[in-house]
């Protein structure tokens, strides 16, 4: 069975830095080549923040373009989204999500997404 695990979530002040990381089990890492960090705040929608997939594509979302990285360790099967100069309104919890074989649509939305984490909570302050 297949087990996404978020950590890294905080509360932190606007303006700085947060790691988010998502380690997979139950699955060959190097297999789930779509993966993916949604976020959801309060009242409103889940929304895709950052995307890897299989043909090395990147995406992020418009609104944390230049402040997001999201990376991998294929060693130790973790997904990563390195988030700097944090805003109010980037406050949400954050899941880590997986696809198998590849993401079924670009950028990848949470309706084609297989396998799901429980979730990081992120809180800004102003």
């Known amino acids: 069975q297949v087990h996404l695990v978020e950590s890294g979530g905080g509360s932190v002040q606007a303006g700085g830095s947060l790691r988010l990381s998502c380690t997979v089990s139950?699955?060959?890492?190097?297999?789930?080549?779509?993966l993916a960090w949604f976020r959801q705040a309060p009242g409103k929608e889940r929304e895709g923040v950052a995307g890897?997939?299989?043909?090395?594509?990147?995406f992020y979302a418009d609104s944390v373009k230049g402040r997001v990285t999201i990376s991998q360790d294929n060693d130790k099967n973790t997904l990563y989204l390195q988030m700097n100069s944090l805003k109010p309104e980037d406050t949400a919890m954050y899941y880590c999500?997986?696809?198998?074989?590849?993401?079924?649509?670009?950028?990848?939305?949470?309706?084609?997404?297989?396998?799901w984490g429980k979730g990081t909570l992120v809180t800004i302050s102003s």
């Open positions: 999500a997986a696809e198998n074989p590849r993401c079924s649509s670009w950028p990848p939305l949470s309706g084609g997404m297989d396998y």
């Open positions: 139950g699955y060959t890492y190097s297999s789930m080549n779509c």
């Open positions: 890897i997939d299989s043909d090395g594509s990147i």
